[in-house]
């Protein structure tokens, strides 16, 4: 399993800072701190989503998630944004699972195994549901583990295949050149889900983060990061 949230909180537990904005978040820089050199009324990006957190661990948009850590993450590195796809692109196997668990019922109408001894097609029903049960956690951890996370330094796409193979990439935030958001289609405009690109200079020249919610979101986090990553080298401030 991995360990992307194995963490304790960074943000758990009371916070140092007096500012209203920020009680309660320990692990994330005061306002003091964020503004010291950058201007007396400059606020960061992570000031503005402050007011937009939430808890659980289960959203597709979690803004300043708690209990969130990941492998290479740095003792100061904030994770501003964690990404899943939206759950309109989980309905088949929702669907597929629904009918898996219903299907023994049909037996009633349908004997297809009365042939077999009681014993046996208990049995059956048994094995049935154990490979449902399966079949679900298998569905339900790949796209609980397939994320996109935003930190005020860089991004880092996470494509969770199986429980044996993963593929991690990542780019600094200043790396980032271009950023792009698609969203095509009537479900995709009534739920209000797309595609983000970003063409950075690294290594992995193009990131794509598939069918989020509130793509134009994204965006515009990203954008604002980069420019305020630009402001941190003008003041000397970059890490």
């Keep these: 399993m991995p360990d992307i949230f194995k963490a ?17 978040l320990k692990g994330v820089p005061s306002r003091t701190d964020l503004n ?13 989503l402050v007011k937009q957190k939430n808890g659980s661990r289960l959203k597709m948009f979690n803004v ?9 993450q740095e003792d100061k590195e904030v994770i ?7 759950w309109a692109t ?8 629904g009918l898996m668990i219903l299907a023994p019922i049909s ?26 049960i399966a079949y679900v956690y298998e569905k339900f951890i790949t796209w609980f583990y397939h994320v996109f996370i935003i930190t005020d330094e860089r991004i880092i796409d996470v494509d969770f295949y199986n429980l044996l193979y993963k593929e991690v990439s990542e780019a600094k935030i200043d790396n980032i050149e271009d950023v792009t958001y698609r969203q095509g289609g009537v479900a995709r405009a009534m739920l ?21 919610p509130e793509p134009h979101k994204v965006a515009k986090i990203l954008n604002e990061l980069k ?6 080298k003008l003041v000397g401030r970059v890490r």
């Design 227 to 232: 420019l305020e990553e630009e402001h941190e």
């Design 107 to 132: 037996l009633l109408w349908i004997p297809v195994i009365s042939f077999m001894p009681s014993n046996f097609q208990v049995m059956a029903i048994a094995i049935w549901y154990l490979l449902t």
């Design 80 to 86: 501003l944004v964690l990404l899943r796809q939206h």
């Design 36 to 48: 010291k050199g950058m201007g007396q009324k400059y606020e960061t990006v992570a000031d503005r």
């Design 64 to 72: 300043l998630p708690r209990s969130v850590k990941f492998e290479t």
């Design 192 to 212: 209000n889900y797309g595609d983000v690109e970003m063409q950075t200079a690294g290594e992995k020249q193009e990131f794509k983060i598939e069918s989020v």
């Design 8 to 24: 304790k909180s960074k943000f758990s537990g009371p916070s140092t800072d007096s500012s209203p904005s920020r009680s309660g």
């Design 90 to 97: 989980q309905i088949s196997w929702i669907v597929i699972s």
